[in-house]
């Protein structure tokens, strides 16, 4: 009889944690679109972090730019994140979605900016080999009287 309530006991805790602690919102973002909003203020915060001025320059407000966008409201968008961050196993596999597509985006800026710095290098390279008229000239003279000189 024990063995039975406990494992009716068991089997309650296990059902009962299974239970929503957030109703479903009625105008719920999807998980895709919440990833894709979470990568967005990302980079706004980022930016706003790295050079304040940029934000304040062009009149970008992050949270006001990303609810036009996406056509959403600070209400919808608190409510759909409350609701996912419930549960911990889904929110923690959002996270790691933007988390990776936050480094894929990083590699591909170190990569371009690498990219740059090498033509920047060649471009000083190149401006730093090339003869300048004055000198050619001058070398051209010499090699002419020295022409003429063997002449006579």
């Avoid at 999807?30 to 980079?43: A, C, P, R, W």
């Avoid at 996270?95 to 471009?123: C, G, H, M, P, S």
């Amino acid at each position: 009889m024990k063995k039975l309530i406990s494992l009716l006991a068991i089997i309650f805790i296990l059902v009962s944690c299974k239970d929503e602690v957030i109703k479903k919102p009625k105008r719920l973002i999807e998980k895709e679109v919440m990833v894709n909003i979470m990568y967005d203020l990302s980079l706004l915060e980022a930016i706003r972090y790295q050079n304040p001025a940029s934000l304040d320059t062009f009149r970008i407000n992050p949270k006001k730019y990303i609810y036009k966008k996406y056509k959403i409201d600070s209400l919808q968008f608190a409510q759909s994140n409350a609701y996912y961050a419930s549960d911990y196993e889904e929110y923690a596999n959002i996270v790691a979605r933007l988390e990776d597509r936050l480094t894929k985006k990083k590699a591909e800026t170190v990569a371009l900016i690498k990219v740059e710095a090498k033509k920047k290098n060649k471009k000083n390279k190149k401006k730093k080999t090339v003869k300048k008229p004055g000198l050619s000239r001058i070398k051209r003279i010499d090699s002419l009287e020295i022409n003429q000189r063997k002449r006579l």
